[in-house]
């Protein structure tokens, strides 16, 4: 059988990883600055989370969510401490689409409205309701087209309202910090307007934090920087460092049901292991400041370079525009200087490196790309 061919590949094959470094199978070190998209947080292949994980196959690895389980309640409670976000609930499922599907769902459930507001340029997910909310019309099919959503421009208050007016609208769902749509911020007087909008107006504001969310921004939750209280909270990416895992953080003002939702695989022994393995990595290193202060390093120096049309983000999450295509500077960052980067559209290179970054290794980043840019 051959594999449905939906993914442009880079011409490597990664084999091992370690911190920062992954090794290909003819044995040349890349200096990850990608995080296989924003996934890897606390590292590759750290020693904590291995031994995390392969403590918890040896006990059990996998029952259904019909029985007790405390490791979810072990992940919920660190998670709510960390995240500043105790008074929350938690419900655990596999992905990112996943997390927001849900989100959606619920929103649709506490209010009992369908209609959906969106943000152009958003990118929320595959699944149903997750596409139909997702500015690229390529990746909807004619099945998804039964949510009803309306995209509006980022950071534009007026527009909002007039639409929340007709009263139909369950949900607001807004990026920390968007990412496909190429490291754009949010302002946070913006936010602050859609919190007490969707109050006014009874729908819920979902912040989806899985890209921009865990520490990445140099704030738990990007969002955290507004100083607000979204209804819903999605994350899923560096949650678990690579094993698959999806969470929820939902507002004591939504009432749970049995039944309301579910996942047979959510909230499992050893996503659980691997998400409580990251919070603890995330606090022993102290991996949120190392964000924040690695990421102004950063900000700082390719600002200051020659070459690039706009650098913008927070901390380990950044954009350098340029005028023109960077898929050759991509590659010739990742052939000759041996760094592997993301992109957003075809003209903005994207930094997502794992949170354990240093700024030395960032230096290494910022003097290849200091060559290549020169005149
Ligand atoms: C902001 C955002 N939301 C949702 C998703 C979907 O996550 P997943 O691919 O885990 O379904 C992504 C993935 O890139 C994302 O960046």
Known sequence: MKLFDVY??????????????ITDEQGTEYLDLYGGHAVISIGHSHPHYIQRIENQLEQIGFYSNSVMNPLQQELARKLGKMSGMDEYSLFLCNSGAEANENALKLASFATGKKRVIAFNKAFHGRTSAAVSVTDNERIRANI?????????????????????????????????????????????????SLEQLCKKYDCKLILDEIQSGYGRSGNFFAFQKADIKPDIVTTAKGMANGFPIGGVLIS???????????????????ACAAGLAVLEVMESEMLIKNAAETGDYLLTELGKMDGIKEVRGRGLMIGLEFDTEVAPLRRTLM????????VSS??????????????????????????????
């Open 252 to 270: 004591p003002d939504i009432e749970a049901r049995h039944g309301m939702l579910g996942a047979t695989f959510g909230g499992n022994y050893l």
């Open 335 to 342: 052939k000759e200087e041996h760094i592997f980067t993301g």
């Open 8 to 21: 442009p590949l880079m011409d490597v094959t990664p084999v091992s990883g370690k911190g920062c470094y």
């Open 144 to 192: 998804n087209k039964g949510s009803e959503a309306t995209f509006l421009p980022i950071n534009n208050v007026g527009l909002v309202e007039e639409e929340l007016k007709s009263g139909d609208v369950c949900a607001v769902i807004i990026e920390g910090i968007q990412g496909i749509g190429g490291v754009q911020i949010p302002d946070d007087l913006f936010l602050k």
């Open 346 to 375: 075809t003209n903005i290179i994207r930094l997502l490196p794992p949170l354990t970054l240093t700024v030395e290794q960032a230096s290494v980043f910022v003097r290849a790309l200091g060559r290549l840019l020169a005149p």
